[in-house]
């Protein structure tokens, strides 16, 4: 096995452990608590009346216009850090490279914004 | 480029080298459980300072064990599942809240000594190794991987709930966690453009080589670091997430008993693993500017734990100050401040690297950045106030034409 794996297996080693550590918590907190469970305690709470309706209600699409936009920077990351370590390397050609890389992302920010998607209210 | 490994690794694995990792492993769970006790006394104490009162006196001196007996309590409260709450994933939930949190904690070096160009490694039982449990080559992308993975656990948490409260905290949570993502992995870019790697231990080897990250560079990255950090970690001034007033307790209203505390406990070792990440990426990790000969050991711990503390202190310092954001004004620093400025200093940070290595002289270089920064962003927030003064305008014109129709109703 290779020195880069078996870091690898140290974290999954840790994983583990901390795996084990919860469910012995809950396990440990199964065996000592009491459980007198009554209909009244099973519902959900909503400020101490009877819940209204059902839980599931339509929210607002910006939400869903945000996590898209995440995942337009979030990809991005996957070219600007490996490029961002090997910053000597490619030195102004690297550097024309990703400047036009990030003003193209920085348009599509901007779009989104004149367009009114970053406006809450 | 100094190619990660921990010495430890390198040659075969015996019996000698599982224990020692056993080891650091078995001390990481308990510092972070000790250390999360402390911080939440250190938390309660510190406010109730501010906010003149005692604070937890009582159980032990100074209330130092108030945080124990309240986890000893929620161990003996019952545990409800409400009727309406998807069973499976209500119980997997808190597991992907505090998991990360936990894991997370394994790629920051607390100690060894990093001084005179030293490597950091420390001898153990006979052999040298790093103090951190594990240092993968792309620590730092693993440490943004957990903190993405913590999203799923606090929206799984509201969504399984089958509650009104939980699900709005969640689908707060995860707009709110991702858009400070995306400013938080910028900022942190910065910080491989002057340390060539994303390995958590050769970033602190190199900032020991030269001057510490957050003067390398310039501040601005840091001060990102710092507010991106603060609301992924949902902690007050951008608390929203579970914002009592209007969401009673967010997306962990409906857990009781143990499951609470799970997701208590995270939310604390967050802010200790997100403070020790940012002594590691900006302040120089465990070095330090007093290191003796005779107990070298304890002194880069001793830094290294300082640093965290100060950073400790400023999240709950902010907390006793701050009043909580409104949702469009966190949205609006998010990605109309945050993002961009990220995205330029990042940019600058590069073109000044770049032109150091080529030779050009600095001080032109630096004027020219700055002149096109500021050139962008002036651009950028000229068109900002134009488009809001359109609006304005627009806005008035609607005004006075539904005031005029309704006149024009009431004479009818």
């Known amino acids: 096995m290779s020195d880069y794996l078996r870091n690898w297996l140290t974290l999954v080693v840790f994983g583990g452990v901390a795996v084990l550590l919860v469910g012995a918590f809950l396990g440990l907190g199964s065996l000592v608590r009491p459980s007198r469970q009554t209909s009244q305690k099973a519902v959900v709470y909503e400020s ?11 929210s607002n699409i910006r939400y869903y216009v945000f996590a898209l936009m995440f995942v337009l920077f979030d990809v991005e990351a996957v070219f600007i850090f490996p490029w961002a370590t090997r910053l000597e390397v490619y030195d102004v050609f690297g550097l024309v490279e990703m400047a036009i890389f990030i ?4 348009l599509g920010l901007f779009y989104a914004w004149r367009k009114g998607l970053l406006r809450w209210i | 480029m100094i190619l990660a490994a921990d010495p430890l690794l390198v040659d075969g694995i015996d019996l000698t080298v599982v224990l020692i990792v056993l080891l650091k492993a078995g001390v990481a769970f308990a510092l972070l459980l000790v250390a999360v006790m402390l911080v939440i006394w250190f938390e309660r104490k510190l406010i109730s300072d501010m906010q003149n009162r005692i604070g937890p006196a009582l159980a032990g001196p100074w209330g130092i064990l108030q945080t124990l007996a309240d986890g000893i309590k929620l161990f003996f409260k019952e545990d409800l599942l409400p009727t309406r709450a998807d069973r499976v994933v209500f119980r997997l939930a808190p597991y992907l809240s ?39 080559p792309v620590g730092v992308l693993f440490f943004l991987a957990l903190s993405a993975v913590a999203v799923y656990g606090v929206m799984l948490a ?37 340390s060539g790697s994303l390995s958590t231990h050769d970033i602190v080897v190199g900032q020991s080589a030269t001057t510490w990250n957050v003067l390398a560079t310039g501040i601005v990255p840091f001060g990102i670091f710092l507010i991106a950090g603060t609301a992924e970690l949902n902690r007050p001034p951008f608390d929203l997430v579970e914002a009592e007033q209007e969401l009673v307790g967010g997306f962990h209203t409906e857990y009781s008993s143990i499951r609470f505390a799970l997701f208590f406990l995270s939310e604390f070792m967050n802010m200790i693993t997100m403070s020790a990440i940012a002594v590691t990426l900006f302040l120089g990790g465990p070095a330090g500017p007093i290191v003796t000969q005779r107990v ?36 609006d620093l998010g990605w109309k401040v945050l993002i961009p400025a990220a995205l330029g200093w990042f940019l600058l940070i590069a073109t000044l690297d770049v032109a150091a290595d080529l030779g050009w002289p ?31 305008e627009e806005a008035d014109r609607g005004a006075d034409e539904t005031a005029g129709s309704a006149s024009g109703l009431g004479e009818a």
Do not use: C, H, N
Request: aromatic share 16%; net charge neutral.
């Open chain 2, 296 to 331: 070298a050991w304890v002194w880069p711990l001793f830094w290294f734990f300082l640093k965290v503390m100060a950073f400790l202190f400023t999240f709950v310092w902010l907390r006793a100050t701050l009043p909580r954001f409104r949702y469009d004004q966190l949205m």
């Open chain 2, 158 to 194: 509201g969504w399984s709930s089958g509650s009104k409260y939980p699900l709005l905290g969640s689908v707060r949570a995860s707009a709110q966690m991702i858009s400070y993502e995306a400013a938080l992995g910028l900022a942190i870019a910065t910080v491989f453009l002057s």
């Open chain 2, 362 to 392: 600095t001080i032109p270089v630096v004027i020219v950045g700055v002149l096109v920064l500021w050139g962008g962003a002036s651009l950028l927030s000229g068109a900002v106030r134009k488009a809001q003064a359109e609006r304005l």
């Open chain 2, 98 to 136: 505090i998991i990360p949190a936990f894991v997370a904690f394994a790629i920051v070096p607390v100690g060894g000594d990093f001084s005179d160009g030293g490597d950091g490694t420390v001898s153990m039982f006979g052999r040298s190794t790093f103090l951190q449990v594990a240092d993968p």
């Open chain 1, 48 to 58: 101490g009346v009877d819940p209204q309706g059902d839980m599931w209600s339509q």
């Open chain 1, 103 to 106: 003003f193209i992302l920085a």
